[in-house]
């Protein structure tokens, strides 16, 4: 396994657009996407017992899992998350139509900056489940922008926060986040 956290240069052939690290834990790269010309592909390593992964790709499932393991243990934070979510869907994450735009939006710097100040409120979620609230932020962020640029009817990351917070049974969750 490797010991640097630092991503491959390209995936599946395209290019990396930005890398940084998350935390001690987590690594992210931002990579040109295929879908649009403003599409991306997001990709992150994790370190486990000192080693980092290899470079995965953030799945719907994967994120809802851990939303669900945070919900099982703290349900009221939990819910505060997700309304957090479904606010960002509604009001402040919209489709990249430039460049500049999604260039702009994916600065590490300012990402990060927005992610570390609004994850302080959830903070009693951080030892939850398996990713940090920090990461799971930040990797909603990005599926949330990438959803809506590559369709302007997105609606699949929206419904998922609904399933999640009205308690569907978990074959509904699931559907709703392995939804193709």
Do not use: C
């Not at 592909?41 to 799945?59: D, F, L, M």
């Not at 409120?121 to 909603?140: C, D, M, N, P």
């Amino acid at each position: 396994m490797p010991q640097n956290p630092a991503m491959p240069r390209t995936t599946k052939g395209q290019p990396l657009l930005k890398e940084f690290p998350v935390n001690g834990a987590f690594y992210i790269g931002i990579y040109q996407g295929t879908i649009s010309t403003q599409d991306i592909i997001i990709k992150y390593r994790q370190k486990e017992n000192g080693v980092w992964s290899k470079p995965r790709t953030p799945k719907h499932i994967h994120w809802a899992v851990d939303i669900l393991i945070k919900q099982y243990q703290d349900n009221q934070t939990t819910n505060q998350l997700l309304d957090f979510f479904i606010d960002l869907w509604d009001n402040n994450i919209s489709p990249w139509h430039t460049n500049a735009e999604r260039m702009a939006f994916i600065d590490p710097l300012t990402l990060l900056n927005d992610v570390n100040r609004e994850a302080v409120q959830y903070a009693t979620l951080a030892q939850k489940g398996e990713y940090s609230v920090k990461f799971l932020i930040l990797l909603a962020k990005l599926l949330m922008a990438q959803e809506k640029t590559n369709n302007n009817q997105a609606y699949m990351f929206r419904q998922l926060l609904e399933a999640l917070k009205s308690h569907n049974n978990i074959f509904k969750i699931v559907s709703t986040a392995t939804h193709r």
